[in-house]
């Protein structure tokens, strides 16, 4: 999930993981043998401002989280449904410093989507829109944020780990004038085949699928990973912002051209080399320590 300011100055990115695929404890842990995903479960949470950036992600055991319907609580942290509306309370540390991080999102969605694909050639990884098009408003006591905007909702399963069939991917989400969402998934796998997923997501609940534009190079990141953007050739890509520049994942606001209109998309990279390689592996705990019970 991600969700933009009207006013473009402030962003959040959270993820609720069950069974984490960045996480360097259940890859060491599945080495041996099959682990139990819900034994790595985890919210990341990446808040933007103007002036800083704040980034949790506590990895908790399955003694620390509990499951309903409506209802799923990941040690202090929570996410809430209740009739159209997601409630995510947050309470979490910052790595190493320690520095609270306290507030409430209400995401308030539009409309629902059951539209489930597979990413890879055998079907063991899957993506699907939750509610592409949604409004929200955030309210952090610590640090002191306050604004509404717009937000985007999906998820992502598989069967295995995502290193087993991808190499890289790009993804993008723009809103368009008529209030419908644009989503991209441009994927690479190991054995060569691409996979690029081009659908519009509109506000009566139908989608429409579209010829995504050819692949535009971007310049690339601190960290060197390449950055890739389908965008229409007439038209001048910009990065706008890199929000999250990593060894091996990389989360951005772009301006470009897409069906027609000029839009900002928020766009993410994601190079699977990188995140297997062993010195990402070694430096993964101190950004995602684990406690494995419900205390800070």
């Known amino acids: 999930m991600d969700g933009l300011s009207d006013d473009g100055l402030n962003g959040f990115s959270i993820i609720a993981f069950v069974g984490s695929v960045f996480s360097p404890y259940y890859a060491w842990a599945n080495k041996s043998k099959p682990a139990q995903a819900e ?17 949790t992600m506590t990895e908790r055991g399955k003694n620390a989280i509990h499951r309903t319907a409506n209802q ?15 409630t995510i309370t ?24 059951n539209h489930v694909v597979a990413l890879d050639d055998q079907q063991k ?36 780990a995502i290193n087993k069939p991808f190499s890289e991917w790009d993804w993008s989400r723009a809103h368009l004038k008529d209030g419908s969402t644009a989503v991209i998934y441009d994927v690479r796998q190991k054995n060569g085949v691409e996979k690029v997923l081009a659908t519009k997501f509109k506000l009566d609940g139908s989608t429409e699928d579209f010829l995504a534009p050819n692949r535009v190079e971007l310049r690339k990141t601190g960290w060197r990973i390449q950055r890739n953007m389908r965008s229409e050739s007439d038209h001048k890509v910009t990065v706008l912002n890199t929000l999250e520049d990593t060894p091996f994942y990389a989360r951005s606001m772009i301006a470009s051209k897409l069906l027609g209109e000029d839009v900002i998309s928020m766009h993410e ?13 070694f430096m993964l705990p101190w950004r995602m320590p684990r406690n494995p019970t419900r205390l800070y």
């Open 39 to 55: 034994d790595f479960c985890s919210i990341n949470v990446a808040l933007y401002t103007p002036t800083k950036k704040y980034w």
């Open 72 to 86: 799923f609580t990941i040690g202090p942290s929570q996410l809430s449904w209740n009739d159209n509306a997601l």
């Open 90 to 113: 947050i309470n979490e540390r910052v790595p190493l410093l320690g520095q609270r991080v306290q507030g409430t999102i209400k995401v308030f969605t539009e409309q629902l989507f």
């Open 125 to 160: 990884h899957r993506w699907g829109p939750i509610a592409p098009s949604s409004r929200v408003e955030v309210s952090f006591n610590k640090p002191n944020l306050n604004w509404i905007g717009n937000a985007y909702f999906d998820s992502n399963e598989g069967d295995e």
């Open 269 to 281: 990279t994601l190079n699977i080399k990188r995140l297997e390689s062993n010195i990402v592996q």
